[in-house]
């Protein structure tokens, strides 16, 4: 099981980078003025893919680490997915509807970007507290 964790984590880890990677097309799109949007935005999903890919990527080199038992390993992956996921495709969604998603206000899709970017944020939150948690316990438990 653990080496399925691992992959998944890599697999997933993998998509959301490439998701950054290919955002830098229509950044520097932006960039030129070729397209419309704003850096700003494109920048952030460009970084946003990259960056909690990486993240994704780190755990799957620590998940068989962890003294956590099965459930809660998957729990921390699925964590990490999901805050990639929410960060980036929030940040891809915000770029391409013009919204920020800083706080819960109209219109829909700023509300939409808004409910996405908790989401990430508890997951990631959740996924680094089972993390440290995992990494600092002596041994394998009730938990």
Known sequence: MKGHLRLTLVRHGLINVAIGVLAGFPYS???????????RAWHQVHMEGILTGLLVLGVASIVDMTFLGEK???????????????????????????VRGLGPELPVSN?????????AIASV?????LAI??????????L
């Open 125 to 129: 939150l959740f996924g680094m507290a």
């Open 72 to 98: 809660n390993r998957a729990r921390m992956a699925v964590a990490f997915i999901v805050q990639a996921y929410g960060f980036t495709l929030g940040a891809l969604w915000g770029a391409l509807a013009g």
């Open 111 to 119: 509300l939409l970007m808004f409910a996405v970017n908790v989401l």
């Open 133 to 142: 948690f995992g990494v600092f316990r002596k041994e394998v438990g009730a």
């Open 29 to 39: 799109l932006v960039l030129t003025g070729d397209a419309p949007g704003t850096a």
